[in-house]
């Protein structure tokens, strides 16, 4: 089901792995976006898409294609609904630009916090606290720092409030429901979290999960909502597997893709963010998508690049 009629022309499944960036439009040959820079992270919304090299910067597309737009180490990207594009720089500041790419600006405040905060241990395998993730919340940002904890302002980062009670501080990835504003889920070391509050208060959700390093996580509104995340046994993303949540994280059960439930590097998934009910998951060389919240899966591409981070756009 769509929740909006689309005004853009979609790119499809885009893939960051080691060697750029690929494209998948179901039913057609994949598409060699961006070749020769190794990709971490991407994010897509309403016709804006935004990819994250830890070397050579970040990627815009805006319509027409994809263009080098920012010159620095991405770690994180994201689109917000505002359309506001965020860098989260491997060296610790974050950047934001408000007219697609063409400048940016740092939000200072986000490095006093960093350097002030004593007790943060950063993720493992990173040398330093870092932004992991943006969120647009009801009443401003929403910023995860790996290692760090959750933080919100008000006022474009001129003054922060921890965000905290409960949520295990090395975050990966937030996501805010599509309905509702003040829902977040987190995805941690310590597996999946929720809140109701804008983050002021978190709930873990680990029941039927036999593992809890979180990586990506696609959240299909409903009541209750359907959850697919993709979680890993170790620090460095290996040994994953996918998992449904039917009833918002209450309980999980383990996904089954052909016979395979497990494979050597963390998977992806990713749900269009116009779409209610599709979810695709990138496993290994393979994509599957589901048109069903998650209950089924079909094949739709094999030799694809193993990625790293995986947004849609249909």
């Known amino acids: 089901m769509v ?51 830890p070397e050579e910067g970040a990627w815009v597309h805006g319509g027409k294609r994809w263009e ?28 934001r630009s408000t007219d697609r790419g063409d400048t940016w600006e740092e939000i200072e405040g986000v490095m006093n916090v960093i350097k002030h905060g004593t007790q943060f241990v950063p993720n493992a395998g990173e040398s330093r606290v870092l932004v992991q993730s943006v969120a647009q919340v009801e009443e401003g940002l929403l910023v995860g720092l790996g290692g760090g904890s959750a933080w919100h302002t008000r006022d474009n980062g001129k003054s922060w409030t921890r965000r905290g009670e409960g949520l295990n501080p090395k975050i990966h990835t937030l996501r805010v429901h599509p309905e509702h504003a003040d829902r977040v889920y987190a995805t941690t070391d310590a597996g999946v979290f929720r809140s109701e509050d804008e983050g002021f208060s978190w709930l873990q959700s680990m029941g039927g999960l036999d593992r ?7 959240i299909m509104p409903g009541a209750p909502d359907a959850l697919v995340v993709a979680l890993a046994r170790t620090a460095a993303g290996e040994t994953g597997a996918v998992f449904r949540s039917p009833n918002g994280g209450v ?38 998508a589901s048109h069903d919240r998650g209950k089924n899966f079909i094949d739709l591409a094999d030799g694809l690049p193993v990625a790293n981070a995986m947004a849609a756009s249909l």
Not at 256 to 275: H, S
Request: hydrophobic share 40%; with cysteine; charged share 20%.
């Open 251 to 288: 309980s999980w059960a383990r996904v089954e893709l052909e016979g395979d439930d497990e494979w050597p590097r963390i998977p992806c998934v990713a749900r269009p963010w116009d779409w209610e009910d599709v979810v695709f998951v990138m496993a290994g060389s393979k994509l599957w």
């Open 212 to 218: 809890s390093w979180g990586g990506s996580i696609a």
């Open 68 to 95: 080098h737009k920012w010159s620095g180490n991405a770690r994180s990207v994201a689109v917000l609904p505002n359309g506001d594009l965020f860098i989260g720089s491997t060296l610790g500041p974050l950047y």
């Open 3 to 53: 929740i909006r009629r689309r005004t853009y022309e979609p790119l499809g499944i885009i893939i960051a792995h080691d060697k750029g960036l690929t494209t998948v439009v179901p039913g057609g040959d994949p598409d060699q976006a961006v070749t020769g820079h190794t990709f971490t992270s991407v994010d897509y919304r309403d016709g804006l898409a935004i990819a994250g090299s």
